[in-house]
């Protein structure tokens, strides 16, 4: 990736966005912003409680993440999100039109084992059954790339880094 973008590394939980976003970041020399910090204590608590945030909880916290990725603008960074819906993505761009969203996806049995072996994490599995009935997968019209979550942090962060290399590459001309 040749120019300073804001890359939102998105996905459900336990695709490994806190592990992958700061690896991103420091192959890209920028910033990294854990998506997480940016929840009000009320929102953990209700997802520490096993219950699923609807879309009025989720405004303010992407409302903070877009106003971060706004201000990153130019100068470039990694922010993770889990950005399940179309309508969130949209907000983020809103707030920061040149975002660019690395999807990391995977099968749900390798996910949730995942996450079964995180410690001190707020979101319990029996969410992620919930978090997978609201994904909506990047559209053809959005600037973005889909990166496969099986294999080491550096094999997923090395694929993430080809893929968009590959989307910021210049077009090959057509006759």
């Known amino acids: 990736m040749r120019t300073p973008h804001v890359v939102v590394v998105m996905g459900v939980a336990g695709t490994g966005k806190t592990t992958i976003g700061p690896l991103l970041a420091a192959r890209l020399g920028v910033p990294y912003a854990e998506g997480d910090d940016f929840h009000p204590q009320a929102s953990i608590a209700k997802m520490s409680a096993g219950t699923p945030l609807d879309d009025e909880d989720r405004w303010p916290w992407l409302d903070a993440i877009g106003a971060w990725a706004h201000e990153r603008t130019g100068l470039g960074g990694v922010v993770s999100s889990s950005a ?92």
């Open 84 to 175: 399940l819906k179309r309508s969130y993505r949209d907000r983020l761009r809103a707030a920061a039109p040149g975002v660019v969203f690395v999807h990391l996806a995977g099968d749900r049995e390798l996910i949730e084992n995942r996450m079964r072996q995180r410690q001190g994490h707020f979101m319990p599995t029996a969410l992620l059954d919930s978090q997978f009935a609201t994904l909506q997968p990047l559209q053809a019209d959005e600037a973005g790339v889909v990166v496969d979550v099986s294999g080491t942090p550096e094999e997923i962060t090395a694929r993430a880094m080809a893929a968009l290399d590959a989307l910021d590459a210049p077009s090959a001309p057509t006759s």
